[in-house]
Structure formats: structure tokens, C-alpha cells
């Protein structure tokens, strides 16, 4: 979609499609294909073509659904260290981060590969930086081990990418777990 301005009815139905979208997503378990773009349009109560003026293709609207999630993944982390204590707030984010992978996980698969290079470069460090303020926070109140930083984390979350989705809800939360319980100072 061309850089302009947007009018307010406009920015807010464009957001209700979003939402609506990751809505969707969520109730399939990330899986795109079973994304119905007419439940999206009804949902964000816009008709059809709103929906395709915002987002033309199917793709374009995965895409700001990552985005979108990415932005609420990598905000989330200041207001959790100024909420809860470190190593709480550092549980928390992992928490949002397996619901953010959940949705990256069907993003990726809708989308070809040459689509989401582009849509991925230049966001990856962003998590990478929220995960290492709540890393060195952690540290700092004596919560968290020194010798991990994110690189390391970002390793062992990467078993997330190899979990079945028949198996996600118990295994995802078991590797967070474990990651916690590796990350905790005794």
C-alpha cells in the first residue's frame, strides 16, 4: 500500500483487520490456509472491498499481522521490568514470545520465501535488543545468570520452530520453563 495519510475511519478500520486477522490465526493454531478473509472482513466489521483496499492480497495482510505482533512482542518488554520483578517480566515476554511464534510459524508458511526476507529485514535485532534489556535487568537485581546473553537464549528458543502444533500448548510451555529454571540464579 502507497506511504500516505491515512483518514482516522480509515487507520481504524486497517487496525480492526488486523486484529480481526490475528484473531482468526489464533483460532487456527497459525495456520494461514484456514485464514477466511470474508470471517476477517465480517469480524473488523468492514465490507470485502475494505478489506482489499487495505490489504490486496492475502499475503499483505499476513504481513502486517506480523508486523503488528513483532511491535507488540518487542513494547511489551519496558512496561513488564517497570511492572513486575526481573525475572518475572523476563517469564512473562517469553510467555508473548510463544504466542508471537505461533503466528510467525503460519506467517512464514503463507508467505514465499523472497516476500519474507523482505518483511523480516531490519526487525530481527529488534527482539533480539527487548530480550537483552530484560537479560540484563534480570542480572542487574541479582535474578538472572551473567554468562547468558540473548544470542544464547535466541539458540534455545529456537526449539520452538521444531514443535509440532498437535503438541505446541504442552511442549512450548515446557521449553520456556526450562529456559527460566536454566537462566535462574539458585
Do not use: C
Not at 13 to 35: F, K, M, Y
Not at 140 to 169: F, H, M, S, T, Y
Amino acid at each position: 500500500m502507497a506511504e500516505r495519510e491515512l483518514r482516522s475511519d480509515a487507520v481504524a478500520n486497517r487496525d480492526r483487520i488486523v486484529e480481526a486477522a490475528r484473531t482468526e490465526l489464533s483460532r487456527a493454531n497459525g495456520a494461514p490456509e484456514e485464514l477466511k478473509l470474508h470471517r476477517v472482513a465480517k469480524a473488523a466489521g468492514v465490507g470485502q472491498g475494505t478489506l482489499y483496499r487495505h490489504f490486496p492480497t492475502r499475503e499483505d495482510l499476513l504481513g502486517e499481522v506480523y508486523r503488528h505482533e513483532l511491535t507488540h512482542l518487542v513494547d511489551a518488554a519496558t512496561p513488564l521490568l517497570a511492572e513486575h520483578p526481573p525475572l518475572q517480566a523476563f517469564t512473562l515476554w517469553l510467555e508473548r514470545l510463544v504466542d508471537y511464534t505461533r503466528v510467525k510459524r503460519g506467517v512464514m508458511a503463507a508467505i514465499e520465501a523472497s516476500a519474507w526476507r523482505e518483511l523480516h529485514s531490519g526487525q530481527h535485532q529488534r527482539p533480539d535488543q527487548a530480550l537483552q534489556a530484560l537479560l540484563d535487568r534480570g542480572v542487574q537485581a541479582g535474578e538472572i545468570r551473567e554468562d547468558v546473553d540473548a544470542a544464547d537464549v535466541i539458540l534455545l528458543l529456537g526449539g520452538l520452530a521444531k514443535i509440532p502444533e498437535a503438541e505446541w500448548d504442552t511442549r512450548a510451555q515446557r521449553l520456556i520453563t526450562t529456559i527460566i529454571n536454566g537462566l535462574r540464579l539458585s
